[in-house]
């Protein structure tokens, strides 16, 4: 199964400059979380998932299943805030002597916030499905971050997916010894597997640590720069996307009202 740094590593523009991929996904990404506009948000959505469709190798299913997670909490945020007890309720429930229920007002109001944070997470993958973790940390280490806390980023990031291959392989066995059927053995089964991950985790970290004083390891992980190549078509996407952005930010705003 591809992650997230699978698809980075194979994106087509993964020679870009690090520092333009996260402007662009940041500038988007706040205009989002500013603008506060149905328009931008579900714009925004669909404009980086298209680009990132393009750019990272990764099928339009794949995409949309890795949004799907994100999406479902994003739901499952908005769920509460459409819940309230005053205005026009399309229906209520007595609780307390107080009626709840859904108005027009709530309903929207919770739309809003989820296509806010769809929109968000969708400027946030098309950073993770472009730019490899690596070069993320080589630009916050030229902004002059603690190296320490860099490096201690760094192997934490790469060792999720060890450990994420380790569980896999795991299971894999116990699957096989049919250690899932039913629920009280499947309970067990998982309890056994996230004990014995610990545990190897733990050898795992000894035996890590150990190589890399072995290596002269002083605190840092230095990495090598590779050549960039320019990024005119990622700042063409750009003027694309603000535009759009503004257009539909006005247009909600009110400011074509006399047309």
């Not at 523009?13 to 991929?21: G, L, N, T, V």
């Not at 080589?138 to 934490?156: C, D, K, N, Q």
């Amino acid at each position: 199964m591809k992650t997230i740094n699978d698809y980075a590593y194979c994106s087509k523009i993964r020679d870009f400059s690090p520092e333009a991929k996260l402007a662009f996904g940041l500038l988007f990404l706040t205009a989002c979380l500013i603008l506060d506009c149905v328009g931008v948000s579900v714009f925004l959505a669909g404009f980086m998932a298209v680009i990132s469709i393009h750019y990272s190798k990764a099928s339009a299913v794949q995409y949309f299943a890795l949004l799907s997670v994100p999406a479902v909490f994003a739901l499952l945020a908005a769920l509460p805030i459409m819940v309230t007890s005053g205005g026009n309720l399309w229906f209520c429930i007595q609780l307390g002597g107080t009626a709840w229920g859904v108005s027009s007002e709530s309903v929207a109001q919770g739309v809003r916030v989820a296509l806010k944070i769809v929109g968000c997470v969708s400027c946030v993958y098309f950073i993770s499905l472009n730019t490899s973790m690596t070069d993320i940390l080589s630009v916050l280490r030229r902004l002059h971050l603690p190296g320490f806390l860099l490096t201690i980023a760094e192997l934490l990031f790469r060792y999720l997916f060890v450990l994420w291959e380790e569980a896999g392989r795991i299971m894999t066995a116990q699957r096989c010894r049919l250690g899932y059927c039913g629920v009280w053995r499947s309970i067990r089964s998982f309890a056994y597997m996230t004990g014995m991950l610990f545990f190897r985790a733990y050898q795992r970290s000894g035996r890590v640590y150990q190589s890399l004083e072995s290596r002269g390891y002083s605190g840092e992980l230095p990495v090598l720069e590779r050549p960039r190549e320019k990024a005119s078509i990622l700042y063409g996407w750009m003027m694309v996307g603000i535009a759009g952005t503004m257009l539909l930010a006005a247009w909600e705003k009110g400011a074509f009202a006399w047309i």
